[in-house]
T-cell receptor, first 113, second 113 residues
Framework: KAGVTQTPRYLIKTRGQQVTLSCSPI?????VSWYQQTPGQGLQFLFE???????NKGNFPGRFSGRQFSNSRSEMNVSTLELGDSALYLC????????????FGSGTQLSVL | GENVEQHPSTLSVQEGDSAVIKCTYS??????FPWYKQELGKGPQLIID?????GEKKDQRIAVTLNKTAKHFSLHITETQPEDSAVYFC????????????FGKGTTLSVSS
């Protein structure tokens, strides 16, 4: 069974731009979560989606948003990029709502210049 | 707020030795405690997990112990091998609904042969 797929693998943007990252969960998994990983703050929860609805949100500004499609694929968007948004963005899937056992993708490395 | 402290931040052992990583959590509502291994260029991989109704769990060379009263949990790796070298993260489920995990800052384990 294929794992969680994230595209693109690397991304370079400049301040003020916006970016969209994509995630395809493991086949059959219906819940998708997003995490931001930085050397300073570590792994931090962004949001969780199930059945196209945001179920939970972490402590990030409104510039960070996401959505989930009917096929469980998910996208996250960051608008008005700041230098501090440079990070590895990780998507994780789990088979059902409320299942804490997460399976992570390899992430999208975003660099903001 | 919710917090997970992880120690040590770096750990160097000789091949065949044991390695122990310790974590402390703050949220009394946490009831799920996974451990992840992250290799360079990859996303975190779940290696073992434990729930609050269990005190210890073992899977081959890896074991996890939980002291719910003290809010401590630990990862034990026996007979370490060079391929165990990676960054290890502990995590605890958040008191929020859904799958949000609070991660420790990670331990870089180096196993030399």
């Amino acid at each position: 069974k294929a794992g969680v797929t994230q595209t693109p693998r690397y991304l370079i943007k400049t301040r003020g731009q916006q970016v969209t990252l994509s995630c395809s969960p493991i086949s059959g998994h219906r819940s998708v979560s997003w995490y931001q990983q930085t050397p300073g703050q570590g792994l931090q929860f962004l949001f969780e989606y199930f059945s196209e609805t945001q179920r939970n949100k972490g402590n990030f500004p409104g510039r960070f948003s996401g959505r989930q499609f009917s096929n469980s694929r998910s996208e996250m968007n960051v608008s008005t990029l700041e230098l501090g948004d440079s990070a590895l963005y990780l998507c994780a899937s789990s088979p059902r709502e409320g299942e804490e056992k997460l399976f992570f993708g390899s992430g999208t490395q975003l660099s903001v210049l | 707020g919710e917090n997970v402290e992880q120690h040590p931040s770096t750990l160097s052992v000789q091949e065949g030795d044991s390695a122990v990583i310790k974590c402390t959590y703050s949220d009394s509502a946490s009831n799920y405690f996974p451990w992840y291994k992250q290799e360079l260029g990859k996303g975190p991989q779940l290696i073992i997990d434990i729930r609050s109704n269990v005190g210890e769990k073992k899977d081959q060379r890896i074991a996890v112990t939980l002291n719910k009263t003290a809010k401590h949990f630990s990862l034990h790796i026996t007979e370490t091998q060079p391929e165990d070298s990676a960054v290890y993260f502990c995590a605890a489920s958040s008191g929020q609904a859904g799958t949000a995990l609070i991660f420790g800052k990670g331990t870089t384990l180096s196993v030399s042969s």
